[in-house]
Nanobody, 125 residues
Framework: QAQLVESGGGLAQAGGSLRLSCAAS????????RGWFRQAPGKEREFVAA????????NYADSVKGRFTLSRDNAKNTVFLQMNSLEPEGTAVYYC??????????????????WGQGAQVAVSS
């Protein structure tokens, strides 16, 4: 059974850093794109960042560009989201998702059949 498990969430102060990990099990997900989305209370789930299966193409939402870095280690079947200069507006549940690398935009929740349970990130001002 395919499974994505997020870890590394928690509480940080504004300006601080956290690193989220998304480990895959049950299948390799090698060659699959991996995306991060977040959902704040009362808001829709929004795109944060995505990386192609080969790691060559990485997209970021404008709100996190220059502060977040997405990377992947295919040998470990894991992707990492390094979040620096955190802002209180970044408080949300962060979800990892996976999809085929071909076809469609990586920035939309539609098209991602595999999702993790989410990791809570809270940023205090």
């Amino acid at each position: 059974q395919a499974q994505l498990v997020e870890s590394g969430g928690g509480l940080a102060q504004a300006g601080g850093s956290l690193r989220l990990s998304c480990a895959a099990s049950g299948r390799t997900f090698v060659g699959y794109a991996r995306g991060w989305f977040r959902q704040a209370p009362g808001k829709e789930r929004e795109f944060v960042a995505a990386i192609s299966g080969n790691g060559f193409n990485i997209n970021y939402a404008d709100s996190v560009k220059g502060r977040f870095t997405l990377s992947r280690d295919n040998a470990k079947n894991t992707v990492f989201l390094q979040m620096n200069s955190l802002e209180p507006e970044g408080t949300a549940v962060y979800y990892c998702a996976s999809r085929s690398s071909s076809g469609g935009s990586y920035c939309r929740t539609v098209g991602y059949p595999y999702w993790g349970q989410g990791a809570q990130v809270a940023v205090s001002s």
